[in-house]
């Protein structure tokens, strides 16, 4: 697949998609992105240094959303490739799953749609393990991206809901009505790293919790951890790497417990790491706290379960080579620190 010119990136806004856009504009390709408020353009482009200089103009800014069609066949225009990265990922756990399902869903395929009709030529769709790696029971998996997560299995929760739904939807409409469209997916887990700005995402927010002590003591959970600038690199590579229609790619760097987490905190930070908890919190004592909170609910189902993301794919196949977790861990904690988000 010969080089790109011109590219649409959804929210752009979000977290992942602020370090992608700053790659590409770096790489030279025209980007198109997408607000739902364009009040916050000017706050973007000095996000990515592209208010003046040699990248203002290849910098244009559309107001989209993802409830609602007007703008998408305007920021597609004239792009030969899409990177979907708009989907809501919510700090809390909401009332109702649709208010995280219809807007992922839904606003995967208007996206998709409005692709497909301005020619674009390859579509990469941010899913997540989220998509892969819930609802196979207890215990130790190890998981690639052939597994799916199985939405009949009990306390599925609805950010895991959104993001499975919303992928099988995109590839069921590409089979159906894509037309050549080549299609396929990023599927990160955790999600740390730089820190740009008060407007991060809501996994930086479990770094942060810890930082504030407003975690007391430490759960027996853990998950996945890569760096967000590996999962912009890992787009990059499979927006332009040839015959990789239907394709799945996990980000991931490694497993990570989270008292783990709170302990590279604790060596690499010193007094600025001083409320990151220490104690381990008893397994009953989640299920019991989990009988009032459903953030402590989301958690108890989590108790013990090691889910190990492997991304011998994306290596194998893209050349692909994440830092290591620690690395991601760090850096979250020094920028919300410097930015005074502590």
Known sequence: MTSPSRILVTGGSGYIAGVLIRQLLDAGWQVHTTLRDPSREPALRRQLGAATGDTADQLRCFRAELLADAGWAEAAAGCSHVAHLASPLPVGVPRDANELIVPARDGALRVLRAARDAGVQRFVMTSSVAAIAYGHGPGEHQLTEADWTQLAAPGVPPYVQSKTLAERAARDWVAREGGGLEF???NPSVVLGPV???DHSASVVIVQSLLQGRIPALPRVG???VDVRDVAELHRRALTAPGLAGERFIACGGFWWLREIAAVLRAELGEQARKVPTRELPDWSVRLLALV????RAAAAEL???RHQRSDHARERLGWVPRPPREAIVQ???DLIALGLV
């Open 293 to 296: 909170s459903p953030t402590v």
């Open 196 to 198: 740009a700005s008060a």
């Open 184 to 186: 396929c997916t990023v």
């Open 332 to 334: 979250t904690a020094r």
């Open 223 to 225: 998950f996945g951890v």
């Open 304 to 306: 013990g379960v090691v």
